[in-house]
């Protein structure tokens, strides 16, 4: 995962910076698991629906999906859907290193 999930673009303090940083980490390691347990690909719409409620926003699972696609663990593919505000929104998928494991 990435060093910084949270970006502290409010300039918080401590110890609020360390709890929106921990909850940012959490975020990656729910939406990352999660990946790992499917085989498709999934927007972040997709994903916020599937993992969270009403309190994360979508900005959120974007922040943690690319924070996991610059780390390696995530690839954004080519294929879109259409969003929930009927703009088209692109999928990610696993990173290719767990698919090796899946062979054997």
Do not use: C
């Amino acid at each position: 995962m990435s060093k910084t999930s949270y970006y502290n673009t409010t300039h918080s303090v401590h110890p609020d910076l360390g709890k929106f940083e921990q909850k940012a980490q959490g975020q990656e390691e729910q939406i990352l698991d999660y990946f790992k347990g499917i085989h498709r690909g999934r927007s972040p719409s997709q994903v916020l629906a599937a993992l969270f409620d009403a309190s994360v926003p979508l900005t959120s699972v974007r922040r943690a999906m690319t924070n996991l696609t610059n780390a390696g663990e995530l690839i954004k593919t080519n294929t879109q859907i259409r969003g929930p505000y009927g703009r088209p929104e692109y999928q990610w998928r696993r990173a290719y290193k767990y698919d090796q494991g899946e062979l054997f």
